[in-house]
């Protein structure tokens, strides 16, 4: 699997060379960064299970949390659901009571 591959583009580029090892891991990360289900590529890339999978590439999963957190805020910034008032059953909450005691004195 360490076979080398050289193309006439990649001279020109001063690009070195290339192993399909190489390929093979650029392939996955790819896949990985684009959100394509873990199952699927487990099973392109030929691993006996998706743990290997997970195992080998869990570097680029990590990386993708801070994508996720972001794609979640957006999502909740723009669900607009109102606000719930809760109601306190022992009577008004204390924090206004507090705030209307302050604002009386």
């Not at 050289?6 to 690009?15: G, V």
């Amino acid at each position: 699997m360490n076979e080398i591959l050289m193309f006439p583009e990649y001279a020109k580029a001063r690009l070195s060379q290339i192993r399909i090892h190489d390929l093979r891991h650029t392939y996955a990360t790819f896949l990985l960064s684009k959100g394509i289900n873990v199952k699927v590529i487990s099973e392109r890339l030929g691993h006996e299970s998706i743990q290997v999978t997970l195992d080998l590439y869990s570097h680029v999963l990590e990386s993708m949390q801070d994508e996720a957190v972001e794609k979640i805020d957006v999502v909740l910034a723009a669900t607009k659901v109102p606000p719930i008032e809760l109601q306190n059953p022992y009577g008004q909450h204390p924090l206004k009571e507090r705030s209307a005691e302050s604002s009386n004195s």
